[in-house]
């Protein structure tokens, strides 16, 4: 189940980060490639999104395409040594001793059915933030959407598609941002030890250093955190839960902890 | 977009698919199949049983992935301004330089396209419908591949095309389609493994005309082998009324009749005047002016005169 379908170095030393844009997939990443052996891009690289319209071809309902002559096994070799040896060229370049490789593109979640095929072996990592905070700092990013409701319903449609392939992925770990941004090094300990990664008192003071520092932000002048949605007018919230309450209620974040 | 260099000689020479890979681009109607078939019929070749798509729906997407320049990279990634660091869309030009890129897609092409071959060691000959529009990505990332060009005469093509088979909107769709992906190909017209095939010239001797694709692409072919592919060919369709979707070629795509060698065709007056009807109307309106701006703007300012003409008449 969790074997790589390809010999590749990164078998069993690929992460892939799973969230919606501006779930803190960046600061994840920072907080991941603090340990010397993994590294990944701060850019999403879509790499999933490229092939996905191969994997389309293999499965055209027409009879056309490569299924005439390509296994689904020889397809999966291909991909992931693509995948792989661009990683080792991103590697090569931005940390060469490294020897495991993140993958954060936000999208990743939507590609799930193709990346469990690719990476059954890889360390699936669904980073859960509260979905009015994503939906605010959506709607103050550049590109995001200007309404709440709409930015709310992308959230919670990316939580329900992880949600949804969820059973492919023999190595999946839930994180709360919350959370993470509560005890950072506890929780990055516990996730890298789930790896089978050390951690020692120089890498647990590195994470702490690392962990405080801001990314992924536009528009904001506050430090990472979790709670922000606060400062949303009510019919900004309104929209939200709207739109999303039921996948807030159901992870808790109507509770009073949270709400 | 793809990135702005191709794939070194160097490193295609060191695929094993290196110069073994023919690529016939047409618009569909143009008795592409036919030529697929008689090729596959030579010794040491072989043909997918379908059309692949590996770069309509495949590899394309991959090169496209790639975002090249600093002004392009400059409109998807932004600086964070406190640490300096990157975010956005990089794609996979965030991975690493171009070559390296093409060589790891080039290595994916191969992974698709190899098991094609079956137990041959010869050459593998590809048509899929699309791929007139890949036309460059097919020279980016297969610079050492054949890409056999095969045009037919456009009116004919167009009015097959406007049949409901392939659900164009119309005939000015269908002409349009022809028109198009016949220009698509002029990205490549320098590129040296390009040639390209009048289908009216294959029928009329095929026997000289495969002789030469075959000399072309390094397969030993003797007479008998030349005559089954021939055979294998078959056929060609019956010339069937170009009507209005040949009418409009013939005003929007003259430059393409002329650039392969198609004379002028009769056409009853009602027919023509429709087509430049066509052309001048608000459906059209669209393609008219694309033809403008490809610099045949009288053609437009002629078509909107014999319209209003029309229009007087028949008022």
Redesign the interface.
């Known amino acids: 189940m969790s074997y790589a379908p390809a010999q590749t170095e990164f078998a069993d030393r690929t992460v892939v980060v799973l969230a919606h844009s501006r779930s803190g997939t960046?600061w994840l990443l920072n907080l991941l490639t603090t340990h010397p052996a993994l590294c990944g891009?701060?850019?999403?690289?879509?790499?999933f999104?490229?092939?996905?319209?191969?994997w389309?071809?293999r499965h055209?309902p027409d009879?056309?395409?490569?299924l005439?002559?390509?296994?689904i096994n020889?397809?999966t070799?291909?991909?992931r040594?693509?995948c792989d040896?661009?990683?080792a060229?991103?590697r090569d370049?931005i940390k060469p001793d490294a020897t495991w490789y993140v993958e954060k593109t936000p999208d990743n979640s939507l590609f799930l059915p193709l990346i469990a095929v690719t990476h059954p072996d890889a360390w699936f990592v669904h980073l859960m933030r509260d979905g009015r905070d994503v939906a605010r700092s959506l709607v103050a990013a550049?590109?995001g959407p200007d309404d709440y409701g709409k930015a709310a319903g992308e959230w919670a449609r990316n939580v329900r598609w992880v949600e949804r392939n969820e059973w492919q992925l023999a190595r999946f770990r839930r994180v709360y941002y919350e959370e993470l941004v509560q005890d950072p090094v506890a929780h990055m300990t516990d996730l890298f030890q789930w790896m089978g990664l050390e951690v020692d008192p120089k890498l647990a003071a590195a994470l702490g250093e690392r962990a405080g520092?801001?990314?992924?932000?536009f528009g904001g002048t506050g430090r990472v955190g979790a709670g922000k949605w606060r400062e949303l007018s009510e019919r900004a919230l309104e929209q939200i839960l709207g739109a999303a309450g039921d996948v807030l209620a159901e992870y808790g974040y109507l509770d009073a902890a949270y709400g | 977009m793809r990135p702005d260099v191709i794939l070194p000689e160097d490193r295609a020479a060191e695929s094993p698919l290196s110069g073994r890979v023919v690529f016939l681009v047409a618009t569909p109607e143009t008795g592409a199949e036919r030529l697929l078939r008689g090729l596959a019929a030579l010794p040491g070749v072989v043909a997918p049983p379908v059309p692949t798509h590996v770069f309509s729906q495949g590899l394309g997407e991959v090169l496209d992935h790639w975002v090249s320049g600093a002004e392009m990279i400059n409109r998807f990634v932004r600086r964070q301004p406190d640490d300096g660091t990157l975010m956005g869309f990089r794609m996979l030009s965030g991975l690493t330089d171009p070559e390296t890129f093409l060589s790891h897609a080039r290595t994916l092409g191969d992974a698709l396209l190899l098991p094609g071959f079956g137990e041959s060691d010869g050459m593998l000959v590809e048509y899929s419908p699309f791929h007139i529009n890949n036309v460059a990505d097919i020279v980016t990332l297969y610079p050492d591949s054949h890409i056999v060009h095969v045009v037919r005469d456009g009116r004919q093509v167009a009015a097959r095309l406007a049949s409901p088979l392939y659900m164009e909107e119309n005939p000015g769709e269908a002409a349009r389609r022809w028109i198009d992906e016949q220009h698509a190909v002029d990205e490549i017209a320098h590129h040296p493994m390009l040639s390209a095939v009048r289908i009216e010239g294959l029928d009329a001797d095929p026997t000289t005309a495969l002789a030469l694709l075959a000399e072309a692409f390094g397969i030993d072919a003797g007479d008998d082998d030349i005559e089954r592919a021939i055979a294998a060919m078959g056929d060609p369709p019956p010339v069937v009324p170009s009507g209005a979707a040949g009418a409009i070629v013939d005003i929007a795509g003259a430059d393409l009749l002329a650039k392969y060698g198609y004379g002028p065709e009769q056409r009853d007056t009602s027919t023509r005047l429709a087509a430049w009807a066509h052309l001048s109307s608000s459906a059209a309106g669209s393609f008219a002016r694309r033809i403008a701006t490809e610099g045949a703007s009288s053609v437009v300012e002629r078509a909107r005169a014999v319209a209003s003409s029309v229009r007087r008449t028949e008022g």
């Open positions: 960046s891009i701060d850019t999403e690289s879509n790499i999104l490229a092939l996905n319209e191969l389309r071809n055209r009879g056309e395409g490569l005439a002559y390509l296994s020889d397809l070799v291909a991909m040594e693509f040896a661009m990683f060229a991103s370049v550049p590109m520092h801001e990314v992924m932000r």
